[in-house]
């Protein structure tokens, strides 16, 4: 039998969903919580091999408690169960490290059902999450293919520059760690920019690398 935990915070869904897993012959039900803090506190005495686990609850979140649990167990499986089909929750789920995403709206028996899948090595994700997956994953793809593009117009000294630039190096630092002076590359920085369509060393950092830079500009 497949060893379940249930966090939910809604007594009435919590009951519902509770009774459901409990009547799945391939499931055994070994706690029913509240909050992600007694999911936790409770798992060392009562572990489970898959979670349901709703992402809006009182105290730490569901997805919280998803990042927090994978560091330590990394072999413990999650499905998300919740109201909420925007993207950040979504894609936060899954950077987490969860492997399921069902909304509630869903028949209790389906829930069950995605349990014995993401056990099974599946990812149960509803048609309307399935979607929005695909678009955001197009829209990805669409970025890094202009990125590329992009960083093909520059010189590898430009690229070279973008790249000390992209971990907070300042203008000094970086003539030094290239051996040439600091007006020399403050012409690359002023070609790169005009290449990129930017005006400032964050913009072009987020054009290509799309990560955000937290150093002092020059």
Known sequence: MIKV?????????????????RSD????????YSSAEEFMIAYESAPCAVVVM??????????????EMKLKYPELIFNMCT????DDRLFDSLKAGAVGYILKNK???????SVKDVFRGGSPISPA??????????????????????????TSRE???????????RYKEIAAQL??????????????YEKLHVQSRTEAINKIFGLPNDRKTD
């Open 5 to 21: 935990s249930l966090v939910e915070d809604d007594p009435d869904f919590q009951q519902l969903l509770a009774s459901s897993l």
């Open 25 to 32: 012959p391939e499931l055994e039900l070994v706690g029913v």
């Open 54 to 67: 709703d992402i809006h609850l009182p105290g730490t979140s569901g997805i919280e408690c998803v990042r």
């Open 83 to 86: 109201v909420f089909e925007d």
């Open 107 to 113: 028949a209790t028996d389906e829930i069950a059902e």
């Open 129 to 154: 999450i399935a979607r929005k997956l695909v678009i955001n994953f197009r829209s990805a793809q669409n970025k890094a293919d202009v990125a590329s593009a992009t960083l093909s117009t520059l």
């Open 159 to 169: 690229k070279e520059i973008l790249q000390l630039l992209s971990r907070g190096f």
């Open 179 to 192: 051996f040439i002076s600091e007006e020399t590359v403050r012409t690359h920085v002023h070609n790169l």
